[in-house]
């Protein structure tokens, strides 16, 4: 028998494991409820397969591919999506979200892994989407130090947050999508829908 979900998301969260917060979970569950045609979902990001799990957990119909880069994480999705009995649904892969390759179609990317490649990852699945497809990305407040850089001194973080800062910036004034930022949902969530 293997673990619920519930007790997944607690023991990733006492081993500070990053996974999404509970209220912007719910948020990008309550999008994938009210929008019927999200059946082919991309993840980066899958850690321990929680969010990938809860999200095929949504309808039956919905299939969920998932890139992780750590290989221990990625072992432990793999334990974890076999003993829910999903393996014919979601398909953990290891390897860089960057590099993966596929011919398919997506309805929904969830994007949660490598902060300041956002803007990469856009360009790279770009072709793998269609108009109509969407983007939900997660962090893009990180922590509140977006905003309010003098929450941290750490060097490398502020450079990483000042490119999510500009990142937030792009995607509002892309053209090739209709963005709406969510900053008061989890840990600031953004949806971007693909219309040309």
Not at 63 to 92: C, K, S, Y
Not at 158 to 163: A, E, I, P, S, V
Request: aromatic share 10%.
């Amino acid at each position: 028998m293997g673990k619920t979900l519930n007790e997944i998301e607690h023991a990733a969260r006492q081993d500070h494991v990053p996974i999404m917060l509970g209220d912007g979970m719910e948020f990008l569950l309550e999008y994938i409820r009210s929008h019927p045609s999200v059946m082919r979902v991309l993840e980066c990001g899958t850690a321990v397969g929680w969010s990938a799990m809860k999200i095929a957990g949504v309808r039956e119909n919905i299939t969920v591919d998932t890139l992780e880069i750590d290989p221990e994480m990625h072992a432990q999705a793999v334990r974890n999506i076999h003993e829910a009995g999903l393996d014919d649904r979601v398909f953990a892969h290891l390897c860089d979200a960057g590099l993966y390759r596929t011919n398919q179609y997506y309805d929904l990317f969830f994007i949660d892994a490598a902060k300041s490649q956002y803007r990469m990852y856009v360009e790279h699945f770009l072709p793998n989407s269609v108009i109509g497809s969407v983007f939900v990305f997660d962090n893009l407040n990180f922590h509140g130090i977006v905003d309010h850089p003098e929450l941290s001194e750490n060097r490398s973080t502020l450079q990483m947050t000042r490119k999510i800062r500009k990142f937030r910036e792009t995607m509002k004034n892309d053209p090739r999508f209709e963005t709406t930022w969510h900053p008061d949902v989890g840990d600031g969530v953004m949806v971007s829908r693909r219309i040309v």
